[in-house]
């Protein structure tokens, strides 16, 4: 188990609970429009960063600046597709939906990391996969549309970690996140000046804990991308799925069957499988990389 419990596993792991109760608290702002979501997101994350760098007196213009705005841009296009989704659906499908990614990280991560996928890898994810379409044939409330923009939602995301894996060796993890939060505030305020809903009330303190728990799991995915193998650390995405079920449950009394049940384990069996399988066939150099960056 210590082999599995690596350092970007373990960043991983603390990036799906900050992302899982941030998707929480969108979910309790039904009347918020998704851009202005991604504003405030956004902007809360990008003060917090631009506090880090100053206190550790680190530039946030960094150096591969066309990457920076590529991996901005992907991201924030991702989190906009995967807001409207979260609104308009049930939250374990929604979240369950748009972990796709790891299936795009990985492709993506073959062609232009020339990163390897062992056979046994593909079989686990197709495990995952039929997780993921089971919960979507069983909810007759997931309709195309919707189901489409989890999908770019995924896809966007897969382009987004690949591009933070190569922007390891040349940019520090915070100025990678700052550029994504630049981004998502500029294009959230520019696309909600004619469609802004003052926030009433409880609301602020929900958008402000969406802010502050999007830094937790940003920083936390940052470090484990650059840390370990695209396609193992956004695997642990799925995990998600199973907070999101468990939110969706106790507090909007979206009803769990044995069925959705048993799709939610095969998610979890195909990812933890994956993981292992990887490791196996990796275990050397991914342990050389983490030594090397750990110095």
Request: glycine share 6%.
């Amino acid at each position: 188990m210590k082999s599995f419990f690596t350092p970007g596993v373990r960043y991983m792991l603390l990036a799906v609970t900050g992302f899982s109760l941030m998707n929480l608290c969108v979910k309790m702002l039904p009347g918020i429009p998704p851009m202005e979501l991604v504003f405030f997101r956004c902007l809360v994350s990008m003060l917090i960063c631009a506090w880090l760098l100053l206190k550790a007196n680190q530039s946030w213009i960094g150096n591969d600046r066309l990457r920076l705005l590529a991996r901005g841009a992907s991201g924030t296009l991702a989190l906009y597709f995967f807001f409207v989704a979260l609104q308009k659906l049930p939250l374990a499908t929604a979240v369950t939906i748009s972990y796709l990614s790891p299936i795009f990280s990985t492709l993506f991560a073959a062609i232009f990391l020339k990163e390897k996928v062992q056979p046994m890898q593909w079989l686990f994810f197709g495990v995952s996969i039929t997780g993921v379409i089971l919960l979507k044939g069983w909810d007759p409330r997931v309709t195309n549309l919707y189901f489409a923009f989890g999908i770019l939602s995924a896809i966007f995301s897969g382009i987004a970690y690949n591009l933070v894996r190569r922007l390891k060796e040349s940019e520090h993890p915070i100025v990678v996140v700052m550029h994504f939060q630049i981004v998502g505030t500029v294009a959230g305020a520019v696309f909600s000046v004619t469609n802004f809903k003052m926030p009433q009330g409880w609301e602020w303190l929900w958008l402000l804990a969406v802010g502050l728990l999007t830094q937790v799991g940003q920083v936390n995915l940052t470090k484990a991308l650059q840390r370990e193998k695209v396609g193992i650390v956004t695997s642990i995405n799925f995990f998600g799925v199973v907070y999101a079920a468990l939110f969706g449950w106790i507090l909007f009394q979206e009803h769990i069957t044995w069925k959705s049940l048993f799709a939610i384990s095969l998610v979890a069996f195909g990812v933890v499988a994956n993981i292992l399988a990887a490791r196996r066939a990796d275990l050397v150099p991914t342990v050389n990389m983490v030594k090397r960056l750990d110095e």
